[in-house]
């Protein structure tokens, strides 16, 4: 059972291009988190999905960011423009269900990491 | 607000010596409790956590905390160190209203001395 799977692990984008990182939860899980990690700074929560719907965007910046957790395929995190402040690594976690409790944990990928030139 | 503070950024401690991050929150209700290990240029890995119960819990790779809800405290602790302890660890609740979200402090960075 492989575990939270992300791709790419490295992406270099100029500033204005776009990036587009994929997250594929463990077999099971419908729920799917995205997090960003800016330099020497802890995670930050951006957004919540499960299946075809955006549950909790309260942490995605109002502009040039989305998500999607489509019926089928991975889950994609798009930035558009991106901007040197973009840079940072992004992490996507997943979860059978979407109440944590001591049973139902999130499981982290090992990152996407976007450098923007 | 509530908020999850790690005091100490970086900390160093000699190979066989023991080892105590703190983690402090604020909250107003007694939280979920989690600490993560990141090594570096990696994803994060759940050492241990505390949702209810036993105060004192056991995690993987020998770590424990200890919930103290007097002091909003939930420190990590391990007796004796290893080299490949040397990673970013970091302490995360889930806040009130928030079931489904972690919210992290800002990480301790641990250096192993041999």
């Known amino acids: 059972n492989a575990g939270v799977m992300q791709n790419p692990r490295h992406l270099v984008r100029r500033r204005g291009q776009e990036a587009r990182l994929r997250c594929s939860p463990m077999?099971?899980?419908?729920?799917v988190y995205w997090y960003r990690q800016l330099p020497e700074e802890g995670l930050k929560f951006m957004v919540y999905?499960?299946?075809?719907?955006?549950?909790?965007e309260s942490g995605m910046p109002k502009e040039r960011f989305s998500a999607e957790f489509p019926k089928e395929g991975p889950s994609i995190l798009r930035i558009q423009q991106v901007v040197r402040g973009d840079s940072a690594a992004y992490f996507c976690?997943?979860?059978?269900?979407?109440?944590?409790?001591?049973?139902?944990?999130?499981?982290f990928g090992a990152g996407s990491r976007l450098t923007v030139l | 607000a509530q908020s999850v503070t790690q005091p100490d950024i970086h900390i160093t401690v000699s190979e066989g010596a023991s080892l105590e991050l703190r983690c402090n929150y604020s909250?107003?209700?007694?939280?979920?409790l989690f600490w993560y290990v990141q090594s570096p240029g990696q994803g994060l890995q759940l050492l241990l956590k505390?949702?209810?119960?036993?105060?004192l819990v056991q995690g993987i790779k020998g770590f424990e905390a200890e919930f103290k809800r007097s002091q909003s405290s939930f420190n990590l602790r391990k007796p004796s160190v290893h080299w490949s302890d040397a990673a970013e660890y970091f302490c995360?609740?889930?806040?009130?209203?928030?079931?489904?979200?972690?919210?992290f402090g800002t990480g301790t960075r641990l250096q192993v001395t041999l």
């Open positions: 976690a997943s979860s059978p269900r979407g109440r944590l409790s001591g049973a139902n944990v999130l499981t």
């Open positions: 077999k099971g899980h419908s729920h």
């Open positions: 999905l499960q299946k075809e719907n955006i549950i909790d």
């Open positions: 909250y107003g209700a007694t939280p979920y």
């Open positions: 505390y949702f209810s119960g036993d105060t």
């Open positions: 995360a609740v889930v806040l009130t209203g928030t079931a489904s979200k972690l919210t």
